[in-house]
């Protein structure tokens, strides 16, 4: 978050393709050039100290802030589970309920992670959040190759057993629940698709109209609205068992520097975007 800032008030940022490495953008970032930020986290504690700052520099933004229960074997680095609630409480103190987006996900259906489990666990974490968030966005883990060792993919009894559960116990606590780019969707169990670029949500926060188009960047089952991603691979110290992204490169990190990973080096090649 201290880099963020920086880029907020130096009113640009550079981003490096993540296919061909020497390519970066200039992304224009003075708050007449963002409609609204979105952060994804589940550490909102480095985003709390920041966050009237950015109101006040003249930014509008929203949290998608992942919160679930698993332990040290799948999320080693997660921070406690009690002290996130508290911080997403605290978040939406500041930002209200449409600031933040609870996420359940990515959703494991193995030992010891079966239906029970998922059952009680979002309920738990539900009651807790009543009156914090409006919105709960949830998805099963997608297995990728070099996952499918470690994860199995989620039988179709055993979503089909636990979503009605976990649509039931979020609208017990006053949250729509949506899903996040699920191929087959979740609607015939009352989970409609979700949008994690929410034009609507944007429009709620702003007042303004925000891009309605779908980012054709994304996945076919995405519902995300175009957005420009500033974010890198490798930049999450989490060290999630089922993260697709790539080794951890956090010790490239330079708070200083216009790219999140690494600096500029000679042969870069460096063009604007809009």
Same mark, same amino acid.
């Given at each position: 978050? &201290?880099?963020?800032?920086?880029?907020?008030?130096?009113?640009?940022?550079?981003?490096?393709? @993540?296919?061909? @490495?020497?390519r970066i953008s200039r992304i224009a970032l003075s708050p007449d050039q963002v409609d609204c930020i979105v952060f994804w986290t589940k550490h909102p504690a480095g985003l709390l100290p920041y966050v009237r700052e950015i109101g006040d520099m003249g930014y509008h933004l929203y949290v998608q802030m992942t919160l679930n229960s698993y332990g040290p074997e799948i999320e080693p680095d997660t921070a406690d589970f009690d002290r996130r609630i508290d911080d997403a409480r605290r978040l939406a103190d500041i930002l209200g309920p449409e600031g933040v987006v609870w996420r359940y996900d990515p959703i494991l259906l193995q030992p010891p992670y079966d239906v029970p489990f998922h059952r009680d666990a979002f309920a738990r974490t539900a009651a807790l959040l009543r009156g914090y968030v409006n919105t709960c966005t949830v998805s099963l883990v997608d297995v990728y190759r070099k996952l499918a060792r470690l994860i199995r993919e989620p039988e179709a009894q055993d979503t089909a057993a636990l979503m009605p559960l976990l649509a039931e116990a979020a609208g017990s606590c006053g949250m729509d629940i949506t899903s996040c780019a699920e191929p087959g969707g979740l609607t015939s169990f009352g989970i409609q698709p979700g949008r994690c670029?929410? @034009?609507?949500?944007?429009?709620?926060?702003?007042? $303004?109209?925000?891009?309605? $188009?779908? &980012?054709?960047?994304?996945? $076919?089952?995405?519902?995300?609205?175009?957005?420009?991603?500033?974010?890198?691979?490798?930049?999450?110290?989490?060290?999630?068992?089922?993260?697709?992204?790539s080794p951890v490169q956090h010790a490239d990190h330079d708070a200083q520097a216009p790219v999140l990973i690494g600096n500029i080096r000679p042969g870069d090649r460096i063009s604007s975007r809009s």
């Open positions: 978050m &201290d880099w963020m800032v920086q880029r907020l008030r130096a009113g640009e940022v550079m981003v490096r393709n @993540p296919v061909i @490495p020497s670029i929410d @034009p609507e949500r944007i429009r709620r926060i702003t007042g $303004k109209q925000a891009e309605q $188009k779908k &980012d054709r960047s994304q996945r $076919k089952a995405c519902g995300c609205a175009a957005s420009v991603d500033i974010g890198a691979y490798g930049s999450c110290t989490s060290r999630c068992l089922y993260c697709y992204a």
